[in-house]
């Protein structure tokens, strides 16, 4: 099983790393960013298809609400109902977990490219050598990497805590904009709980977890956000900043002025 990890997953990605870092100027921080892009390219089909998928549902919410009167003491009939509607609109509501499988094992394998590309004792760096491709030479010539980018060392956790923070904040915008708006007190507390768990859950494992591996989470977070932004707006994050989820105000129509009929 560990051979087959190495093979499918922690191998391709620490060499598609240190080639991109012998590209961009032996800079391991650009090579993490420029890697998120490319994951999230490779993944943008999916990704925008659990977008929609999230602004169908938004606009299923009245329909919902109706199904939630109708059949509020009979929760299997509403749950036969509610997975009915969801069939006609071509809505899965658990579309939004597939991203998050996918993302799963990539994080994991980043994480462990991180601390094998960054080693810096013998040991480690006759480890990494087993795992570079024979048939790239120049990747061996690489080693020892440079580890750091701005005030970072990638292999050891933010000591001025500014990648947690901006990984919270990050996500929790992303999770902003795709929240779904619901007049159910219920699904309202559960929405705004995941929506602050999340991103506190993300932002202690970058407290603790080499900076790189935070740098790819701010990185796939700006990224998701500007993608989020094209497919739906700001979504609910607008209700923050503005009447009726951001909306621009309307204006005065030309050649009209205020007193004259």
């Given at each position: 099983?560990?051979?087959?990890?190495?093979?499918?997953?922690?191998?391709?990605?620490?060499?598609?790393?240190?080639?991109l870092?012998?590209?961009?100027?032996?800079?391991?921080?650009?090579?993490?960013?420029?890697?998120?892009?490319?994951?999230?390219?490779?993944?943008?089909?999916?990704?925008?298809?659990?977008?929609?998928?999230?602004?169908?549902?938004?606009?299923?919410?009245?329909?919902?609400?109706?199904?939630?009167?109708?059949?509020?003491?009979?929760?299997?009939?509403?749950?036969?109902?509610?997975?009915?509607?969801?069939?006609?609109?071509?809505?899965?509501?658990?579309?939004?977990?597939?991203p998050?499988?996918?993302?799963?094992?990539?994080?994991?394998?980043?994480?462990?490219?991180?601390?094998?590309?960054?080693?810096?004792?013998?040991?480690?760096?006759?480890n990494?050598?087993?795992?570079?491709?024979?048939?790239?030479?120049?990747?061996?010539?690489?080693?020892?990497?440079?580890?750091?980018?701005?005030?970072?060392?990638?292999?050891?956790p933010?000591?001025?805590?500014?990648?947690?923070?901006?990984?919270?904040?990050?996500?929790?915008?992303?999770?902003?904009?795709?929240?779904?708006?619901?007049?159910?007190?219920?699904?309202?507390?559960m929405?705004?709980?995941?929506?602050?768990?999340?991103?506190?859950?993300?932002?202690?494992?970058?407290?603790?977890?080499?900076?790189?591996?935070?740098?790819?989470?701010?990185?796939?977070?700006?990224?998701?956000?500007i993608?989020?932004?094209?497919?739906?707006g700001?979504?609910?994050?607008?209700t923050?900043?503005?009447?009726?989820?951001?909306?621009?105000?309307?204006?005065?129509?030309?050649?009209?002025?205020?007193?004259?009929?």
């Amino acid at each position: 099983m560990s051979q087959l990890w190495n093979t499918l997953i922690f191998e391709p990605m620490l060499n598609v790393l240190l080639f991109l870092y012998s590209l961009l100027g032996q800079n391991f921080g650009l090579s993490i960013i420029v890697f998120t892009v490319l994951v999230r390219v490779l993944t943008l089909p999916i990704n925008l298809k659990q977008m929609r998928s999230a602004k169908a549902s938004q606009a299923l919410q009245p329909q919902l609400q109706e199904l939630q009167k109708k059949y509020k003491n009979d929760r299997e009939k509403l749950a036969e109902e509610q997975m009915k509607l969801y069939r006609e609109a071509g809505v899965n509501p658990l579309g939004c977990l597939v991203p998050t499988l996918i993302q799963l094992p990539i994080w994991i394998g980043l994480y462990q490219s991180i601390l094998h590309a960054l080693g810096d004792n013998p040991l480690q760096l006759f480890n990494l050598a087993r795992h570079i491709y024979l048939q790239f030479p120049i990747l061996s010539s690489l080693i020892p990497l440079n580890s750091r980018f701005l005030w970072l060392n990638l292999g050891r956790p933010d000591p001025i805590y500014v990648l947690p923070f901006l990984t919270v904040a990050t996500m929790w915008v992303q999770q902003k904009m795709m929240a779904s708006p619901s007049t159910d007190p219920q699904q309202q507390a559960m929405g705004q709980t995941m929506e602050l768990m999340m991103p506190m859950m993300f932002g202690f494992i970058t407290l603790q977890a080499a900076s790189g591996l935070g740098l790819y989470f701010v990185a796939t977070n700006v990224f998701g956000i500007i993608l989020q932004y094209f497919v739906s707006g700001w979504g609910s994050l607008g209700t923050l900043f503005g009447r009726k989820g951001g909306e621009a105000r309307p204006t005065q129509p030309k050649g009209k002025k205020h007193g004259r009929k």
